[in-house]
Structure formats: structure tokens, C-alpha cells
């Protein structure tokens, strides 16, 4: 067994353990914890460890992990910190709570993922707190009507049944089914119409997720109306209904597109990694001589390419040591040059460096050919 599977192993068993704990912890030694529940407590754990195996194991892959390591430095460069700091309160509201980002790419997919994120949020914030016994209800002895809420086994607040208050918590998850299943509509109908999605998308990867979330929804939704104009008709077989499709879900989890919920968060280090290496330094061109991307930049992904086998160095020339030394544009004219001296079988004529900076033929905008992801970054 590698050592990157063992580590990763360690980890899942690490938190499984402590959420093992915490549920023990937290429902006053089982005493609060509902039996009944048990299988979705089953599931949940095992969802925690297949999500933290998978996640440690993409953590410690090169790019990633020099990602991961370079994202906590940067922000917390004495330098950069309190710029550092702003910023990230304003990307956790633009990027996370809003979805600025897909909003630019379609009112209709943002509304579509707001729906589903939301939906989903409020939903695990009210399940699991119930199912790991960290939250309950209880009547009061002296006021059959009044249910007290206990956290952790802590009394807190008390609320009369009737009252807007109980409608509200107690119909919680319905606010969320109502919030998911509309979203999944959306996002069901671009899958079906849209020409780019279908011609990229996947069962596995696209469709499944949203089947999956709109049968928890229904089959909630569906216990409430058994339970509340039916008479309890038909709830026990929806009950399993929905308790199965629950559970597969959380099983599914680790292994499906629902792992990006995990992995989104990492990406804001990525944001802060480009940020500071556009204030800092810039790594010169070692043929044209202008900067064109942070020496840190260029410095890591040399690093990366050599933990991960590609060899790019440059031998018998000590103006240019590798190959990333050298701007994306310097690069594509090189290769023109190359191909042009190969096609006049012309031999090949060291030149002095540093040369002029190439120009585009056709500049358009004055960017790249690729945008300005490829004027901004390194391209192999």
C-alpha cells in the first residue's frame, strides 16, 4: 500500500472517529440519540470517510498540494494579510453565498444552483444535528402544549405548537424540498435543451445528482402529505422509500460529482495564489526579457513538473536554464522559427538574447490568442 494511501486512510479514520465521538458527546451518551435513525447515522459516517480519504488523496497530488501549501502562505504574508483578509470576506459572499460567477455565465444556471445549494444547506444544517441526537424536542411536564428545544442536551428555548415559530421548524425540511425541487426543474431542463451541455454531459456525473435530489425531495415532501391530509396512509412504505434514497445519496457521495461541494472551497486559495503573484515580482523572459508571470509562479510549477516525472530543462545553454523561463508568446514564435528553418533546411543560428518581444499579427483586443487567462498565466 503507498504511503499517500495510508496517510489518506489515517485521516479518514481520524475524522470518522471524532464525529464517532462528537455524536456520543453530544447526545449525552446515546441517551438522546434516536435508534431509529441509525442507519442514516450509518451513512453518514461512512460518507465522512470516503470524503475525507478521497479528499486527502487530492490533496497530496503535486499541483494540488503546492496549491494548498502556497495558498495558506500567501495569505498570510505580513504584507498581503490584512488586503488578504477583505478579500476573502468579499469572495465568500460574491462567490460562495451569491454565485457571482455563474450568474455571469447564465441567470438561469444561477438561479438553478442557488435553488439546490440553498436547499441543500438547510436541509443538512436541520437532518443532522436531529439524526446525530445533538438537537430535540420535548414537552414540557407543566405545559403539554410547549415543546422545549434541547442542544447538546442543554435546555434553550421553548415555543408553544401552535404558534408561526413550530410551523416553521417543524415544516423545515419542506422549505427546503420546495426549494430543491424547482432548482433541479431548471437545471433538468438545460441538460434536456441546451446543444453544449448535451453534447459534454454524462448519466454518472450530471443527471444522476439531480435524480437523486429530486427523489429525497418528493418522498419528503410525500410524508408530509401522508402524515398530515392522509392519515398516515402509505407512510410507512414512503418512509423506506425515502430513508433508501437518503442513504444511497449519502453513500453515493464520496464518489460522484457531490465531491465538488468539498473541493469548491479549496479553490479561493487559488484566488489568493494568483493575487499576490500579480503584485509580487515578475519572472523575466529569458529571450525577450519582460516579465510575464510571478517568480513564484514559475518557480513552483518547475518544482511540480519535476515531482510529477516531465522533464523540461534546457541543456547547454545558461541563458535559459528550462523551458518555463520562457514567455507564452516567445514560445510560439520560436516554434514558427523552428518549423521555418526546418522547412528551408536551413541550419540552425544561435542568436543573442535577449530579442525583441514578439507581436500578435492579428492583436484584436491586444490579448492573447486564448484571452487573458492566456496573456495572465504559463501555458506547456
Same mark, same amino acid.
Not at 24 to 51: H, K, N, P, Q
Not at 159 to 170: C, G, K, M, Q, R
Not at 193 to 198: M, N, S
Given at each position: 500500500m503507498r504511503k499517500e494511501t495510508i496517510k489518506a486512510l489515517c485521516w479518514a479514520a481520524?475524522?470518522?472517529?471524532?464525529?464517532?465521538?462528537?455524536? $456520543?458527546? =453530544?447526545?449525552?451518551?446515546?441517551? *438522546? $440519540?434516536?435508534?431509529?435513525?441509525?442507519?442514516?447515522? !450509518?451513512?453518514?459516517?461512512?460518507?465522512? !470517510? @470516503?470524503?475525507?480519504? *478521497?479528499?486527502?488523496?487530492?490533496l497530496q497530488r503535486p499541483p494540488t498540494a503546492m496549491f494548498w501549501r502556497r495558498g495558506w502562505q500567501v495569505f498570510f504574508m505580513p504584507r498581503h494579510f490584512l488586503r488578504n483578509v477583505l478579500i476573502w470576506f468579499k469572495r465568500v459572499i460574491g462567490e460562495f453565498a451569491l454565485n457571482n460567477f455563474i450568474w455571469k455565465r447564465s441567470p438561469e444556471r444561477w438561479l438553478a444552483h442557488a435553488l439546490i445549494m440553498w436547499g441543500c444547506i438547510?436541509?443538512?444544517?436541520?437532518?443532522?444535528?436531529?439524526?446525530f441526537g445533538w438537537i430535540e424536542f420535548e414537552t414540557l411536564p407543566d405545559k403539554l402544549g410547549w415543546y422545549q428545544v434541547y442542544v447538546f442536551g442543554f435546555p434553550?428555548?421553548?415555543?408553544?405548537?401552535?404558534?408561526?415559530?413550530? !410551523?416553521?421548524?417543524?415544516?423545515?425540511?419542506?422549505?427546503?424540498?420546495?426549494?430543491?425541487?424547482? @432548482?433541479?426543474?431548471i437545471a433538468m431542463r438545460r441538460r434536456l435543451?441546451?446543444?453544449?451541455?448535451?453534447?459534454?454531459?454524462?448519466?454518472?456525473?450530471?443527471?444522476l445528482p439531480l435524480i437523486l435530489l429530486f427523489a429525497i425531495s418528493i418522498t419528503g415532501l410525500l410524508l408530509t402529505v401522508s402524515y398530515i391530509w392522509l392519515r398516515g396512509y402509505g407512510y410507512e412504505f414512503l418512509a423506506l422509500v425515502h430513508a433508501v434514497t437518503v442513504i444511497v445519496t449519502l453513500?453515493?457521495?464520496?464518489?460522484?460529482?457531490?465531491?465538488?461541494?468539498?473541493?469548491?472551497?479549496?479553490?479561493?486559495?487559488?484566488?489568493?495564489?494568483?493575487?499576490? =503573484?500579480?503584485?509580487?515580482?515578475?519572472?523575466?523572459?529569458?529571450?525577450? @526579457?519582460?516579465?510575464?508571470a510571478s517568480k513564484m509562479h514559475v518557480r513552483d510549477l518547475i518544482q511540480v513538473e519535476k515531482e510529477l516525472g516531465y522533464n523540461y530543462e534546457i541543456q547547454n545553454n545558461p541563458a535559459v536554464q528550462h523551458y518555463q523561463q520562457i514567455c507564452p508568446r516567445c514560445r510560439r514564435t520560436m516554434l514558427a522559427l523552428a518549423q521555418g528553418r526546418v522547412k528551408d533546411g536551413s541550419a540552425k543560428v544561435p542568436q543573442a538574447l535577449p530579442q525583441p518581444m514578439p507581436r500578435y499579427a492579428n492583436p484584436g483586443a491586444g490579448e492573447?490568442?486564448?484571452?487573458?487567462?492566456?496573456?495572465?498565466?504559463?501555458?506547456i
Open positions: 481520524l475524522s470518522t472517529a471524532s464525529l464517532v465521538a462528537l455524536i $456520543f458527546i =453530544g447526545s449525552r451518551r446515546l441517551e *438522546r $440519540f434516536d435508534a431509529a435513525l441509525v442507519a442514516y447515522t !450509518f451513512a453518514s459516517l461512512f460518507a465522512l !470517510f @470516503g470524503v475525507t480519504y *478521497r479528499y486527502a488523496l487530492w438547510f436541509a443538512g444544517a436541520i437532518t443532522f444535528p436531529l439524526v434553550t428555548t421553548s415555543f408553544d405548537h401552535n404558534s408561526w415559530f413550530a !410551523f416553521l421548524i417543524f415544516h423545515g425540511l419542506v422549505w427546503c424540498a420546495l426549494l430543491v425541487i424547482p @432548482g433541479v426543474m435543451r441546451d446543444e453544449g451541455a448535451i453534447s459534454t454531459q454524462l448519466f454518472s456525473e450530471d443527471f453513500l453515493w457521495m464520496p464518489f460522484g460529482k457531490f465531491f465538488h461541494i468539498f473541493q469548491r472551497p479549496a479553490q479561493i486559495g487559488v484566488a489568493f495564489y494568483k493575487d499576490v =503573484g500579480e503584485r509580487e515580482e515578475k519572472e523575466p523572459c529569458r529571450r525577450c @526579457g519582460h516579465g510575464f492573447g490568442p486564448l484571452g487573458n487567462e492566456d496573456a495572465c498565466n504559463i501555458h
